[in-house]
Nanobody, 125 residues
Framework: VQLQASGGGLVQAGGSLRLSCAASGRTFSSYWMAWFRQAPGKEREFVAA???????IYGDSVKGRFTISRDYAKNTVYLQMNTLKPEDTAVYYC????????????????????WGQGTLVTVSS
């Protein structure tokens, strides 16, 4: 199973970016998928997660600005990031749960079995 994240880059504060994470080797239609991020010198933190249905959860710092979505036909998860702030600067990682219909806490890193390589987002002030 591979998760390939893309879409990172340099953007000014107030701007937008859309990250993509394409999965291969497994269909994730029955599994949660998520985004986490890790800023320099900080621990990896939860950003957003999407279930196999319409359930969506977000970290407090991104609520109202970021939107997670899924394209089941393309086996891809997206993260639309609007009104970006310098504190959003981080490496963003996509993650996939390895257990179908899992009801564990999807804000936790340990819930996920598969991780992408990360894509760097830099927000300038």
């Amino acid at each position: 199973v591979q998760l390939q994240a893309s879409g990172g880059g340099l953007v000014q504060a107030g701007g937008s970016l859309r990250l993509s994470c394409a999965a291969s080797g497994r269909t994730f239609s029955s599994y949660w998928m998520a985004w986490f991020r890790q800023a320099p010198g900080k621990e990896r933190e939860f950003v957003a997660a999407a279930s196999w249905t319409s359930s969506r959860i977000y970290g407090d710092s991104v609520k109202g600005r970021f939107t997670i979505s899924r394209d089941y036909a393309k086996n891809t998860v997206y993260l639309q990031m609007n009104t970006l702030k310098p504190e959003d600067t981080a490496v963003y990682y996509c993650a996939g749960d390895g257990t179908a219909y899992n009801n564990f806490d999807h804000r936790k890193i340990t819930t996920y079995d598969y991780w992408g390589q990360g894509t760097l987002v830099t927000v300038s002030s």
